[in-house]
């Protein structure tokens, strides 16, 4: 019988057919399957209690705080995936917000001048912490709460209330809505876009996964180190410094101690960690990282509704956020336990892909 004739030989039918392998959620996927859930268990809990968790002015309320901690969590990311770290960022956005609010001045025709300020000395802070943790080797922890304390030195003593104005035309920023979703939301979601845009299709996105991964390994491949990452501690102080904007067209002013107090440089990498991104670096996305956000956005409209005491909304939200990222160990240990050390035949199994060097291959993006 020719290969052809077996081709054509219909299988019997006591022969079972071969088996399909498992499908198997990503780190994404199941993010957003938890998002899904803790979304139906808030309206059945705010329900319950006689509200609806869905009704338009809560999702209102969920996606507005979704977006300034959005635009943080998403340059957090990029520093995170290079295994590095930003705690200024907080401190990075109220001082934009007084450059923006100050240059502005009330002056409709100087917001761009405002907003071309606010950014750019927003990217100079990034500047000086990716040169002090490249070329002075200051551990990022250590290097950004510096920069972020010599920051608020300055604020308290130059700022000691809300200073500048902001323009009716640029409060529009902080207050206009598309039908339900506010205008600030749907731009974070854009630079949202163009931060995986940068990290799947650009070869400085590549190097960021590449850094995160093994930098020596990184360096001897090619890759720049140093310049990546203080590439992404820039587009990270500038993602802040947009929130700060933002921030400032809310108030209508620009104020400091209101926003580094809020605790944004925190939440931000809580919501990165949740998100999936790994604190070691090298593997995550910002998918993953807007899933984080929305899931603490969620967390606390459900708290505020159900007047939750606001010691055990922060016990509850530390509790929630330990469990996500034990349960994502847990899920990654089994993977590693399952996976077979030898073939059918006592052959040894070939090397996982992930078991690899890193340095210049793009890790699976969660």
Do not use: W
């Not at 401190?91 to 907003?115: C, E, F, H, K, N």
């Not at 506010?182 to 949202?192: C, Q, R, W």
């Not at 077979?340 to 078991?355: C, I, V």
């Amino acid at each position: 019988m020719t290969l052809t004739e077996q081709a054509r030989t219909p299988r019997p039918a006591s022969q079972p057919a071969a088996r399909r392998a498992p499908v198997r959620l990503g780190t994404t996927g199941v993010i957003y399957l938890a998002l899904l859930g803790i979304l139906v268990i808030g309206a059945v809990l705010v329900a319950a209690d006689g509200d609806n968790l869905l009704a338009q002015r809560n999702v209102v309320d969920m996606l507005t705080r979704s977006s300034v901690l959005g635009f943080i969590a998403i340059g957090q990311t990029l520093v995170i995936l290079c295994r590095s770290l930003d705690l200024s960022v907080g401190y990075v956005a109220a001082l934009s917000s007084l450059v923006g609010a100050t240059t502005m001045d009330g002056d409709p025709a100087r917001v761009p001048l405002g907003i071309a300020a606010a950014l750019a000395v927003a990217a100079g802070v990034g500047l000086v912490n990716g040169l002090i943790i490249t070329k002075l080797k200051v551990n990022a922890f250590i290097a950004t709460l510096g920069v972020a304390l010599v920051i608020r030195g300055y604020l308290d003593t130059e700022y000691k209330g809300p200073a500048g104005a902001i323009p009716e035309s640029f409060q529009n920023f902080g207050y206009t809505r598309i039908g339900m979703v506010p205008v600030s939301t749907a731009v974070m979601l854009a630079v949202a876009v163009a931060g995986i845009v940068l990290l799947r299709r650009t070869r400085t996105g590549y190097s960021m996964f590449a850094v995160g991964g093994n930098d020596e390994v990184a360096r001897l491949s090619g890759v720049r180190t140093d310049r990546t990452v203080i590439v992404a501690h820039v587009l990270c102080s500038m993602t802040a410094g947009v929130a700060g904007l933002l921030l400032a067209s809310r108030f209508s002013t620009g104020v400091a101690a209101q926003i580094y107090s809020a605790g944004y440089d925190l939440d931000s990498i809580a919501a990165v960690v949740l998100g999936g991104t790994l604190l070691m670096g090298g593997r995550g996305g910002i998918a993953g990282t807007i899933a984080g956000v929305l899931i603490l956005a969620v967390l606390d409209t459900v708290f505020r509704l159900l007047q939750i005491d606001p010691f055990f909304r922060d016990v509850l939200r530390g509790a929630i956020i330990i469990v996500a990222v034990a349960l994502y160990a847990r899920r990654q240990i089994d993977r590693h336990a399952v996976r077979a050390r030898f073939g059918r035949h006592g052959r040894a199994a070939p090397p996982p892909l992930q078991d690899a060097p890193r340095a210049g291959i793009p890790e699976a993006r969660a």
